[in-house]
């Protein structure tokens, strides 16, 4: 995996594996510069665009973890519970043969009007 930082022109690359936390209530003890998507050595750290009761993601290789051991990273569940909470699906196994209308993507800085370019919107118009 390959992620390129935004607003940096470092390219990070994941060899043995993504590591993805969720992480709802640690926002204020990593310092995130004042764009979304910060990063820090190895590691990045992106608020969710969605909503801000999401919090933020952190993406790093295994290996960067231990750099991180005040931070809690088993909040997967609160995660979920938060997304059903807001009404936010995630990934194709929960949208299924939907338009992102349907889900209220346009709610959730995830269809742009102006470009007109997200799937079904063609059919939408």
Do not use: W
């Not at 607003?7 to 993805?20: H, I, S, Y």
């Not at 992480?23 to 995130?32: A, C, K, N, Y």
């Not at 609160?78 to 929960?94: F, P, Q, S, V």
């Not at 209220?104 to 063609?122: R, V, W």
């Amino acid at each position: 995996l390959s992620v390129v930082a935004l607003n940096t022109r470092q390219t990070l690359g994941f060899n043995e594996g993504k590591v993805v936390h969720e992480l709802q209530d640690e926002i204020p003890r990593v310092e995130l510069p004042q764009y979304p998507g910060g990063l820090f050595t190895e590691t990045l750290f992106i608020q969710d665009p969605r909503q801000p009761s999401l919090g933020m993601r952190m993406y790093s290789p295994t290996k960067f973890l231990e750099q991180y051991s005040a931070i809690d990273l088993d909040q997967h569940k609160l995660y979920t519970h938060m997304r059903y909470i807001n009404g936010i699906a995630e990934g194709t196994e929960e949208l299924e043969n939907q338009l992102p209308l349907n889900y209220h993507m346009h709610l959730l800085n995830s269809i742009d009007f102006n470009k007109g370019c997200y799937l079904g919107h063609e059919l939408t118009q």
